[in-house]
């Protein structure tokens, strides 16, 4: 076990966390020249394409240091993105030691501090990695500096390197060896292995990884799932090398994979502990806090026959990700589908892609809304996330929303342009503080609901790409909320109600009628497109009618044969107004939700 260690990396966005695992795994030779490709753990597509982490990976790298010794490092890559930052707690419970990496021209950013907070909670080890230091923008130097003076980290152990040009990383090897405690356990005491993540393999049944805290596992042995008592006989047990690689045992201390042939998706949940029917442990280990969702959003299949598909989907998704959750829910536009719940916009984004990818199926999603708390009239209480469950106004005494602290680093140049939009958002309290000359750490309290949307967006365009955002939930604050409605010919469209504040109200309404126009195509009647809060219209286009022309077979003669046949035309059409029933086409559901400006 002296030989073990278990390490992650940690960092901001694009700080290089990837491409220091690539250099790793390539001066351990797990990987030929010709095989290697970059973001080497990033094995779904949707990463590569957008170039960032989703899920967090753990990967077996054999090191021969230069004391001689031989010794087995378990790296675990995880992402940066705020919307992720499960993924990163979760790693971390299977590890003694973080490899924390700044990057030399960025320096110190808002997720660099909320990921240090989170190893720290965890009681690791820190190594202070300065990446990037090839740049000619690199300040190496005052980045040292930071880390001493805003991290309060020993700057007598941190480390240099040039993860793409791959100088340095030897070094980042030894200081793990050197520096990282071997895990502790007992291999010959009763079997404790906490699962850390799953995943689902269409042939062999769900995959779990897990850390063993204590004892021993092998093929053969019976497990027991600590949270609801199934049991299973182990099939294989290995490590994580690029390719799953089976081992004889897995014992304390080693961080690897079991098959049991678990059909059921349902049975294994991460943050359980997994012991031995013959031998149980006393007490099952801590799992993980739960996770708190914030956005909201229906989930409906285009296609009503790809019901049960997008069920099973879910579930299977859900193993793989934690921090998702869902329930049945039905619309009287969009039949039935799910209401589930995210962690922010970009998960949400990344949940839809691969349900449409990886499980083939074409899905409408609703406005994304938050969890407001109603305070009615005979002292109850509801908390309501969806609009249709909207309570009547006459019985509402108050409404509360969620409100989130926000904190923002940015160069000082933008500090005009970042309290403009805050101040937009309908944000307060704010106050700031320099926490190295140039940059300002700029606070803020937001509601929730003004940051879902676009806020991030924004906050990266109005710094050129400089601001960094971190944030963390509040309390809930007294608030006036309306329920705005969409009417298209008359008729209310359940999927395209929001919760909306009464002062943003006619510009989000206008906008959803003015979006909606360029989608409906047109009648043979007219259309009212309307935006309604109760029983007041605050908004309405119209879609003009197709007019055919009934007087093309008129030439010359009596004006009254052409008006006769006008009249006749009006008449009709009046009459397929009264029957008339629009269908909306399935891209405006979707227009709606992606021009909100």
């Known amino acids: 076990m002296k030989n073990i260690r278990n390490f992650s990396i940690i960092a901001h966005i694009d700080h290089g ?30 990463e590569r394409e957008r170039g960032i982490t989703i899920k967090s990976q753990a990967i077996c790298l054999p090191y021969t240091a230069k004391d ?55 009681d690791l080890e820190i190594i202070p990695v300065i990446n990037k230091i090839d740049l000619p923008s690199a300040e190496p130097e005052t980045v040292a500096l930071q880390i001493e003076e805003d991290l309060g980290l020993d700057s007598e152990h941190v480390q240099f390197c040039s993860a793409k040009a791959g100088t ?78 089976p081992q004889k045992k897995l014992s ?52 009503t026959d790809d019901y049960e598909d997008l069920a099973s989907a879910l579930e299977k998704l859900k193993l793989n990700d ?43 999603l609703t406005v994304p809304s938050v969890q407001y708390i109603f305070h009615l009239s005979d002292g109850t209480e509801k908390k309501v996330d969806n609009p249709a469950h909207f309570p009547d106004p006459v019985h509402i005494g108050k409404i509360e929303e969620p409100f989130i602290k926000a904190t923002i680093l940015i160069p000082e140049r933008y500090m005009g342009v970042v309290m403009t939009l805050c101040i937009d958002r309908r944000g307060e309290n704010t106050s700031f503080h320099y926490p190295i000359p140039g940059r300002i750490e700029f606070q803020c309290e937001l509601p929730l609901a003004e940051i879902i949307y676009d806020f991030y967006d924004r906050l990266k365009s109005v710094t050129q790409g400089y601001g960094s955002f971190d944030y963390e939930m509040l309390d809930y604050r007294k608030s006036d909320l309306v329920k705005l409605d969409i009417l298209v010919n008359g008729e209310i469209v359940d999927a395209l109600s929001q919760l909306v504040h009464k002062d943003n109200a006619r510009a989000r309404g206008l906008r959803a009628c003015e979006v909606l126009k360029e989608e409906i195509p047109r009648q043979m009647f007219k259309i009212a497109i309307q935006a309604a809060i109760g029983g007041t219209i605050i908004a309405r286009t119209t879609v003009s009618a197709m007019r055919k022309d009934v007087t093309a077979k008129c030439y010359g003669g009596d004006i009254t044969r052409k008006r006769k046949l006008l009249e006749k035309q009006k008449a009709g059409k009046k009459r397929m107004k009264t029957v008339g029933n629009v269908d909306i086409p399935q891209n405006a559901f979707l227009s709606v939700l992606k021009s909100d400006q």
Not at 74 to 100: I, K, M, Q, W
Not at 105 to 112: D, F, I, K, S
Not at 268 to 278: N, W
Not at 335 to 355: A, M, N, P, S, T
């Open 17 to 46: 966390k990837s491409t220091l695992a690539d250099r790793m795994i390539q001066l351990c030779d797990l990987v030929s020249d010709r095989e290697f490709k970059d973001q080497l753990l990033d094995n779904m597509e949707i």
């Open 68 to 122: 001689g010794n031989l010794y087995s490092l378990n790296l675990v890559d995880t992402p940066g993105h705020v919307d992720f930052s499960y993924e990163v707690s979760r790693a971390l419970t299977s590890c003694e030691g973080a490899l924390l990496l700044i990057d030399a021209a960025q320096g110190v950013e808002a997720q660099t501090l909320a990921n240090l907070y989170l190893a720290m909670e965890n």
């Open 168 to 245: 340095g990383v030897e070094q980042i090897f030894e200081a793990i060896v050197a520096f990282l405690p071997p895990p502790e356990g007992d291999p010959d005491s009763h079997l404790q292995a906490l699962i850390f993540d799953a995943g689902y393999d269409p042939f062999r049944g769900t995959i779990i990884s897990v850390r063993i805290i204590n004892g021993t596992v092998k093929p053969g042995d019976i497990i027991k799932f600590m949270s609801n008592d199934k049991e299973y006989k182990v099939e294989e047990v290995g490590l994580f090398k690029l390719k799953r690689e």
């Open 252 to 303: 304390a201390g080693q961080i690897g994979y079991i098959l049991a042939g678990i059909k059921t998706v349902e049975d294994t949940r991460p943050g359980d502990t997994i012991t031995l029917k013959e031998n149980p442990c006393p007490t099952p280990l801590p799992g993980f806090k739960r996770v708190i969702q914030v956005v909201f959003s229906s989930i409906y299949p285009i296609s």
């Open 322 to 364: 934690a921090a998702l959750t869902f329930e049945k829910d039905t619309s009287a536009a969009l039949g039935f589908g799910f209401r589930c719940g995210f962690l922010g916009l970009l998960h949400l984004e990344v949940i839809q892609e691969r349900l449409e990818r990886e499980f083939d199926i074409s899905l409408i």
